[in-house]
């Protein structure tokens, strides 16, 4: 049973541009959840995917935007980029995201620089 | 929403001593309750989660209890080591309109002084 993955492990860009990280889910799991983790902050929630579809997002605006694949994979893209958006992006994948009780297992994120 | 407090911010204690974490929540519908322990540069890990049917729940060192009525759940570490030195995040988690909302609280950087 493989873990959560995620690439790149850092990232460097500057404001206006855009951004795409990568996220496997472990074996067997189906819901890919994105969080935003500030310096010194708790995770915060992006949106989840479940089979394919977005099925909750959280306070994000609409540059903020995901894909998930028929392997259960996911993207998180983020257009033009601001300063704010320096974090950690963390990917947590779960059995089924229709449970409020699924445990979620974190990748180990990407830090995002955005100068 | 649901809004997760999380207290103290940072504790120190040590080694062999106990560290206790409290977290409140603000959303009845929330019903399970994980904690996530978080080492410098390295992901969130799973130590220890309890769901609402249960008040208790005990892994060797680690203890968390919950209060429904009250909505507040506690972390308790006993015979603490230097390697427990890290952030811990509580989080309450509900579903919401067909997914799992997952609520974190601010975290508490636990230090363990030999």
């Known amino acids: 049973e493989t873990g959560v993955t995620q690439s790149p492990t850092h990232l460097i860009k500057t404001r206006g541009q855009q951004v795409t990280l990568r996220c496997s889910s472990q074996?067997?799991?189906?819901?890919v959840s994105w969080y935003q983790q500030a310096l010194g902050q708790g995770p915060q929630f992006i949106f989840q995917?479940?089979?394919?579809?977005?099925?909750g997002r959280g306070n994000f605006p609409p540059r903020f935007s995901g894909l998930q694949f028929p392997n259960y994979s996911s993207e998180l893209n983020v257009n033009a980029l601001e300063l704010d958006d320096s974090a950690l992006y963390l990917c947590?994948?779960?059995?089924?995201?229709?449970?409020?009780?699924?445990?979620?297992?974190f990748g180990p994120g990407t830090r995002l620089t955005v100068l | 929403g649901e809004n997760v407090e999380q207290h103290p911010s940072t504790l120190s204690v040590q080694e062999g001593d106990s560290a206790v974490i409290k977290c409140t929540y603000s959303?009845?519908?929330?019903?399970?309750f994980p904690w996530y322990k978080q080492e410098l540069g390295k992901r969130p890990q799973l130590i220890i989660d309890?769901?609402?049917?249960?008040g208790e729940k005990k892994d060797q060192r680690i203890a968390v209890t919950l209060n429904k009525t009250a909505k507040h759940f506690s972390l308790h570490i006993t015979e603490t080591q230097p390697e427990d030195s890290a952030v811990y995040f509580c989080?309450?988690?509900?579903?919401?309109?067909?997914?799992?909302?997952?609520?974190f609280g601010t975290g508490t950087k636990l230090q363990v002084i030999p």
């Open positions: 995917y479940y089979r394919e579809e977005e099925n």
């Open positions: 309890i769901r609402s049917n249960v």
């Open positions: 947590a994948s779960s059995l089924g995201g229709l449970a409020a009780t699924d445990t979620q297992y």
């Open positions: 074996s067997g799991h189906n819901t």
């Open positions: 989080a309450a988690s509900r579903g919401s309109g067909g997914y799992q909302k997952v609520t």
């Open positions: 959303d009845s519908a929330s019903n399970y």
